[in-house]
C-alpha cells in the first residue's frame, strides 16, 4: 500500500469510528482534545492500526500517539 493510500484509509476509519466526516479530519487533528477519545476509542484506534499496519499495536502504543498524523507515521514506520 503506497503511503498516501494508508494515510487516506487510516483518516476514513477513524472518520467512521468518531461519526466525523473525513473533511473534519487532519494530521494535525488529536485523539483526545479534538476528538474526545475515550480508552475504549483509542482501544478501537489501535485496532485500526493493526487493520492497515498488518501488525500488532498495543493499547500504550495506540495511546502514545496523540495525533492522526503521529499513528500514520507509526503505521508507516512499523512497515517499512
Do not use: P, W
Request: with cysteine.
Amino acid at each position: 500500500m503506497v503511503e498516501s493510500a494508508i494515510e487516506k484509509e487510516f483518516i476514513e476509519e477513524i472518520a467512521g469510528l468518531f461519526a466525523v466526516q473525513v473533511s473534519d479530519l487532519s494530521r494535525d487533528t488529536r485523539f483526545i482534545e479534538d476528538l474526545g477519545a475515550s480508552s475504549a476509542r483509542m482501544f478501537a484506534v489501535s485496532g485500526v492500526m493493526e487493520e492497515l499496519g498488518g501488525f500488532d499495536v498495543s493499547y500504550s502504543e495506540a495511546n502514545g500517539c496523540s495525533t492522526i498524523g503521529d499513528a500514520i507515521d507509526f503505521i508507516k514506520a512499523r512497515s517499512a
